[in-house]
């Protein structure tokens, strides 16, 4: 009788007890590994294509229609122009560029702060704000300085920005500096002394010296000083000719000749953008198929093969692309998918309809903005949104169902390794004493052996 190794018997047995159960939850165990991680590389994709979409026009609210913008001179001014921008040429004259009011008050003394109090700080436009005075002594030392005055104005709680304090020595001479927060004449800067007691800082408050002085911007649209139409505003930037926004940054001088904006398109720019959305579509189609794949010619089944609600996902998005928005679909700016779901651009004929409908493409494609998304894009992003949706999409509810599914296969294992302990034990224990007796045994027949031997 051969030699009982108990350890290896029980190991064997123990095994034999648990396989079944341990091959199904060995499989149920990889299946759900397998699922979380398609989840994960299902709301990457998502959240890539969400992403692409709002950088094309999106929240952003830029066209994709690119033009280009050419000065005639450099230094007065820069442009750009959108999608509405007619081409052709635009002729601006730039009589004053827009500047923010200045002033500044010499060697103001530090005074006590008993003879501090409300000053008021005015604006052109009519709003004001008033300045505590008598709280603007930071180091208690007892006395009110110039660079506690900027601070108290600074920080006064209805200044919000309208106007800026600083304190500057020049040839020795300490000057308390404030700037308007804004362009143009409605930015004009007026100290209001009348709140202070009588003392040399509320003289020398009551006397400016103008640094800058505010001014409008002043420019002649569609020729020059004389011809032209003349504009006046507060900003440098100028948006009256239809889709161009120019940026004001230097006076011309009165002989100049006007500046000629000239807009065109921008087909490669355009072209290029478009791509975008079609490379964007693409790589998540890829990996909705290589998640959704069948598995077909010995290839192993993905965790999402036949998944109803990606079948429907996708089924949407095609329902999207085959709608017309803004009275204008892709197939008319070459943008179709063929049966794979692969989308392909047709550059020419992108551009062809460009040149007869040149809003149409920003219509058709929209937006994904929170407040009111539209168009192609926004109908997409509304689609995916539904899967991505942080509170209750449906990555999110199947990754919960997930996790509450691998809570219990690890339960179910642990469970399963007891079994497999208690069955080891008791196996060895048997095989133990099965050993002892085949060692008595031995001991018995080898006594017998000896004893007929003698």
């Known amino acids: 009788m051969a030699d009982i190794t108990p350890s290896t018997m029980a190991t064997q047995l123990a095994t034999s007890y648990t396989a079944r159960a341990q091959s199904l939850l060995t499989s149920q165990t990889k299946a759900a590994q397998a699922t979380g991680t398609a989840l994960t590389r299902l709301q990457s994709a998502l959240s890539a294509f969400s ?11 830029k066209s994709l ?24 040429n635009y002729s601006v004259f730039v009589q004053q560029v827009a500047a923010p009011h200045q002033v500044a008050f010499e060697d103001l003394p530090a005074v006590p702060v008993s003879l501090g109090g409300p000053l008021v700080v005015k604006l052109q436009d009519g709003t004001d704000f008033t300045v505590a005075l008598t709280q603007a002594d930071t180091d208690n030392d007892g006395t009110i300085s110039q660079t506690e005055i900027a601070r108290a104005i600074n920080q006064a709680n209805d200044n ?52 800058s002085p505010a001014r409008d911007a002043v420019v002649y649209l569609f020729g020059d000083a004389t011809t032209g139409t003349r504009l006046q505003q507060a ?82 998005m095609g329902s999207v692309l085959r709608q017309s928005h ?11 998918t063929d049966r794979s779901g692969t989308m392909t651009l047709d550059s020419a004929k992108l551009q062809k309809t ?35 949706d942080t509170s209750k999409g449906h990555i999110q509810q199947r990754k919960a169902s997930l996790d509450t599914q691998q809570r219990g296969l690890t339960a179910r294992q642990t469970r399963l ?26 001991d018995n027949s080898s006594l017998l052996s000896n004893l007929g031997a003698a």
Do not use: C
């Open 65 to 88: 229609v690119q033009r280009t913008t050419t000065l005639s001179s450099t230094g007065f001014a820069s442009a750009t122009a959108s999608a509405s921008a007619p081409a052709g």
């Open 160 to 211: 919000q920005g309208k106007v800026t304090a600083a304190t500057a020595t020049v040839d020795g001479k300490t000057q308390l500096v404030l700037s308007s927060g804004k362009t143009g004449e409605a930015g004009r800067i007026t100290l209001d002394t009348s709140g202070l007691p009588a003392s040399p800082l509320k003289t020398a408050l009551s006397t400016a010296k103008e640094l």
């Open 417 to 442: 390794d007891n079994q497999y302990d208690m069955a080891y034990k008791r196996y060895l224990a048997q095989f133990t004493q099965l050993q002892n007796l085949q060692s008595l045994m031995g």
């Open 354 to 388: 460009l040149a007869a409908h040149p809003e149409g493409l920003d219509k058709l494609l929209g937006n994904t903005s929170l407040s009111g998304s539209s168009g192609v894009l926004g109908a997409l992003n509304d689609a995916v949104k539904g899967w991505t």
């Open 235 to 316: 900003s440098n930037t100028v948006t009256a000719i239809d889709g161009v926004t120019l940026t004001l940054t230097k006076a011309m001088q009165p002989a100049d000749s006007p500046l000629v904006v000239t807009v065109g398109n921008d087909d490669s720019g355009t072209t290029a953008n478009v791509q975008k959305f079609v490379d964007a579509y693409n790589a998540l189609e890829k990996t909705l198929d290589e998640l959704m794949a069948l598995g077909a010619d010995g290839s192993t089944r993905a965790a999402f093969a036949s998944d109803a609600g990606l079948r429907a996902l996708r089924d949407r």
């Open 51 to 61: 992403s692409a979409l709002g950088g094309l026009a999106g929240s952003t609210g």
């Open 326 to 336: 803004g009275g204008m679909s892709l197939s008319q700016f070459g943008i179709s």
